[in-house]
């Protein structure tokens, strides 16, 4: 078998810089090849940095994983409740169980009288779903569509953000019949000038369905003529009903009615 | 020549004194590391007992001398049962007051609800859970007591945006309008976990139900990691200043994908909790 270990060795004598630097590699590769008492040799070389490394991992594992679970175990564990009869028999026991159970009793009321009794909207933003409720029975449920959360930036530093407005609501005015007046931003939006104020190319008819219920600040609660867009966040901020569904919400929720959206 | 040349010097190299003094300077390094892990792990251990035992302090029933409490009823299963119901719906109420959106999480009956001015928007299943070891180790009422009021939400991560917020330039014409310009939200397909930081120190981590899908559990990982590793390196930072780390309890639950990306998504950044364990 040709020695290449030898003659690399000599090679390696070479002024040259580029041999110096991969002498290693290539007396490493034929080192191998050449016998297997070469090989741990290498690893015997090597073994100082894999140990180096295997104790950083070790390291890494012991702060990170090891110690953070251990410590927990040293904490005893608190003695589990206990159904002593002798307590029971005691006079004040009754007593406080009484009140007790009369607080909780007291507070649970108070909080199911927040649910409120008349029709309410339950709008759910991340799936876009809208749930309509009386009380705690639900009447109706479907899509919607809900907030785009784009933000637009005109060319003269001025910004929307269409996202639909999180928390309790209450509906402000209902409107038959309503007639769009388009904002700057469905203009810019689409690269047309804006019109003056009071310019007739800003209303449209029939876009926003048979209905409208108001929630304040501008936002709506109208029909679409984007029905296949429905369950998708593609609106300016208002919600989008199908022409049924909003029908039967119109009908069923008045001027003071809650809206919940999340 | 060449070969004698070579000889001698890769012999020298093998023996030579440096190579001994690297040996001790990997024995003090290896010294060294020992000491650390073994003083770490008891400063990490003090944190969580001395957390504990200042919980339990801070919160127990201290009843006035004129009027003493037989001890037993605090380790009494119906006062106690009825004592975390207490806490649970005045937490609940409490949370109704500011128009905001919160959380209930009912460990008991393994469930987590969205509530807007007390009025349960969202329901959810929890599949499972795991709670910190510590968090047995505090008393029975004094953890009931804590309960009482909701948990303000100090800081939260997760693997997706709290808002999906897309930036889009005003085009210069009707041609430009027409152009796709938006990137899709793909944040729906991205799976969720995210992690809720109270100003009590309780942390809770909430994990989508777990499928075999490899980004999924990749993910999964990388999440679980980084938290691991900035708990560490927070704790680190305290022991090398001879201080005692902060110690976190910790809330494991897993929901389905779709109620995690939902209650993430309308939780506001300092949101309540009402917690019953």
Redesign the interface.
Known sequence: MIDFY?HL??I??CPSKLYKNFRVILLTFFTVNSSGIRLLRMLKASG?MLG?FF?FIL?VV????I??D??????????S????P??KI?P??ER??ES??K??QS??R??NS???NQQ?L?V????NHFFLYRGNTLIRQGFCSSG????????DDREW?F?TP???HRIQGKITSPVWRRPDWAF?????PVPSYDHPSRYEAGVLGDYALSLGDGYLIHGTIYKRMLGM?VTHGCIRLNDEDLESIFKALNVGS?V?I? | MENTNIQPSIAERQKSPPRKSLKWLFRLLFLFIAVFILFYFIMSAMATLRWVKNFNKEYTFEAPDSDPLDPRLFSDSAFISLQKQLSFSQARLDMAHPDSIGLSINLANSTMNLEIEGVTVHTTHIISYRVSRSIYGLDHYALARMLSEPLLISESSATIPKEPIMVKKAPKDTIEATLPDIMPDTSTVVPVFFRLSFKNDFQLLVLQEETIMSMQMRKRFVFLCRIRFANAWKAIKDVIRFRVPTYSPEIRIIIPSSDARIIYRALPENGMAALMV
């Not at chain 1, 251990?70 to 003695?79: D, F, I, Q, S």
């Not at chain 1, 759910?124 to 799936?127: C, L």
């Not at chain 1, 810019?188 to 047309?192: K, T, V």
């Open positions: 030898k060795r000599r390696a004598d100082l180096v104790a390291l012991v702060i990170v994983v110690v953070p251990a410590r927990e175990m040293l904490v005893t564990r608190t003695p409740l206990q159904n002593d002798s307590l005691e004040f026991y406080v169980i007790t159970d607080a909780v507070r649970t108070k909080y927040l649910t409120p309410y339950v759910n933003t991340t799936a785009s959360y784009i933000q637009l930036k005109s060319n953000f996202k999180k928390g309790m810019i939006e689409e690269g047309l966040p809650k919940y999340y």
